[in-house]
Structure formats: C-alpha cells, structure tokens
C-alpha cells in the first residue's frame, strides 16, 4: 500500500487518470443508460478546476521546502511513516511542509460543513427531479464521502501534529545539548 501511495504521489497524471475512472464509474451506476464515453468526457472537463488545485498545491508545497517532486514525496513518506529526518537542511524543508499543510487545513471546518451541504442539497435537488435510483445513489454518496473526508483528514492532522510536535521537541533536545 505504501508503494502504491508513493507512486501516486509521485504521479500526478495517475491520480487524475484514477479520480475520472472512478467518477465516471459512479455517473454510470447511477444513471446507468448513458453513454461510457459522454460520461468520461463530462467527467474529465468536470475535473480540470480539481487539477488546477491539485498543481497549484503541489507547487507552493515545492516552493516552500525548496525542493523537487521527489524530494516532496520523501518528505510526505516521512510524515506518514512519523520518521524524522537527521539531517538540518530535511528537516527543516520538513517543517516548512508541515507547516504549510497545517495553515492549509484552519478552515477544514468550515469546508466540512459547506461540503455537507452542498452534498444534501443535491441530493435534494435530485429526489425532487429524477427517479429514485438517483436519489439513494446520491444520498449514499452525500452520507458516505464527507464521513470518508472527515476521518481521512483527521488521521492527516494526527500525523502532521505528531511530526510537528517531535520537530519541535528535537529542536529543543538540540537547544538544550548546546547551552
């Protein structure tokens, strides 16, 4: 599993190619009489703004620990893994990554709760339009993806306080041996 998150991190172009298949999957089961094609090529268009994040995220992540995709990947395997780096230049491009990812993540409320609702009033939207294999097939999505969201960034945050925390506690243990 860990291979597959590090190729994938690594790999912009397979997350996308595995976000609009599964997408698209889930467009046709829930309106099964349309076509494959039409689908994927609605899905793929829904899924440039997503990309355009997915980049910009990507670069100022870049930008702020100074160094390469490669280097973003083993920075991110050490916040999963809660492995700290020796080195001062890593673990300080560490930091700033944590750092970044942590100020990311000060309205993660606020966006739960807006994407709650955005999620509640489509499926509304669709009980009142469609039939009702649309309307359970989008109230099982509106349940299950944000409590999917919810845990994913929860158990995110644990691992980027954890590594902030023993960041900070090293630099102390540092500061200490030096005096």
């Not at 039409?38 to 703004?49: K, M, N, P, T, Y």
């Not at 009033?121 to 509106?142: D, K, S, Y």
């Given at each position: 599993m860990n291979r597959l998150h590090t190729f994938l991190t690594r790999n912009l172009w397979a997350q996308v190619a595995l976000s609009v298949l599964g997408a698209s999957a889930l467009v046709l089961l829930i309106s099964p009489g349309?076509?494959?094609?039409?689908?994927?090529?609605?899905?793929?268009?829904?899924?440039?703004?997503?990309?355009?994040?997915?980049?910009?995220?990507?670069?100022?992540?870049?930008?702020?620990?100074?160094?390469?995709t490669t280097g973003l990947v083993t920075l991110d395997g050490r916040i999963r893994s809660g492995d700290v780096p020796t080195?001062?230049?890593?673990?300080?491009?560490?930091?700033?990554?944590?750092?970044k990812r942590l100020h990311r993540t000060r309205?993660?409320?606020?966006?739960?709760?807006?994407?709650?609702?955005?999620?509640?009033?489509?499926?509304?939207?669709?009980?009142?339009?469609?039939?009702?294999?649309?309307?359970?097939?989008?109230?099982?999505?509106?349940v299950t993806f944000p409590v999917w969201i919810y845990f994913q960034g929860r158990k995110q945050l644990r691992r980027l306080h954890r590594m902030r925390e023993a960041l900070g506690e090293e630099e102390r243990g540092v500061t200490q041996h030096a005096a």
């Open positions: 349309e076509s494959p094609t039409a689908v994927l090529i609605r899905v793929a268009f829904s899924s440039l703004g997503g990309v355009a994040v997915l980049l910009a995220v990507r670069r100022k992540e870049k930008r702020a620990t100074g160094t390469d080195d001062p230049a890593e673990r300080e491009a560490l930091r700033a990554l944590v750092a309205n993660r409320p606020w966006a739960l709760a807006f994407l709650v609702l955005l999620f509640g009033g489509v499926t509304v939207l669709t009980a009142l339009t469609a039939g009702p294999r649309e309307t359970i097939g989008f109230g099982i999505l509106a």
